[in-house]
């Protein structure tokens, strides 16, 4: 490479990290009025997932906001579908989903439930709600890519309190038995769930090691790192015939500094002033 080359790339990344950062903020904002609005909702995982999804549907997957039915489209499952507000503002900031649409979540007969519906939202691969189900629907889309010689990959995000499912680890040994390295698990590895920490629930270290013994590829990144989670997302499968696995180490309430870290978060809805306070502090963020 030369070394012009070189700066043009290094200067098309810092372009790149300002664009989903001024994104991410557009969605957590997104995300938190839509809370707010409704009157319910889970913003402290719609914080810690919105990094990992903007990068995905803005800069890693390859889809078409003009055809979200496009056969050759990577398919991405929200496992934890319960996120579904950042979820939703993502699949605007793609184009997929109108902007103004937001504003009726969770209404009543709103195109936009609490939980994804693929038969009413475009962009929507699999209704998801209840958890454990995306990776296995994941893993069945996966088998479906290879048997029809597709080269479409597979993304599907979880929560990591979600890995608590057994369902996911039967699903992690078909993957393995059938070579699925067109298939991405994003863990959001936040370490709440819904109560309390997850290693006061259940202790899931060491996960890599699991993963690993499942036979799987496995990395660990940030998951506030746009430049590190597109680098990992873009390169994947880690290894040949293995799926992959990115536990992406993320903060509950990422962006607004009273949610951060907080289990009371995992639901809650901000009041009047909290909103407004956690507006400006991601547009501080965004600039």
Known sequence: MEKGDDVAEVEEMKELEARLRRAAAE??????????????GHPGGDLSATDILVTLYLAVMRIDANNAAWPERDRFVMSKGHCSGSFYATLAQAGLLKVELLKTYM???SMLNGHPDRNKIPGVEANTGPLGHGLPIATGATLAA??????????????????????????????????????????????IQQGDFTKNIIEMDPLADKWRAFGWAVDEVDGHDYRALFQHLR???????????????????????????????????????QLEDAKAELMEVSR
């Open 235 to 273: 390169t994947t499968p880690l290894e040949a015939g293995k799926p992959t696995c990115i536990i992406a180490n993320t903060i509950k309430g990422r962006g607004v500094s009273f949610m951060e870290g907080k289990p009371e978060w995992h639901h809650g809805v901000p009041t009047d002033k």
């Open 146 to 191: 290879k048997i029809q010689g597709a080269s479409w990959r597979t993304f599907v995000l979880t929560g990591d309190g979600e890995l608590q499912e057994g369902s996911n680890w039967e699903a992690a040994m078909t993957a393995a038995q059938y070579r699925l390295d067109n298939l991405v698990l994003i863990i959001d590895r936040n370490r």
């Open 107 to 109: 209404e009543p007969l």
């Open 27 to 40: 969605v957590r904002i997104h995300a938190l009025e839509m809370v707010h609005h409704a009157g319910v």
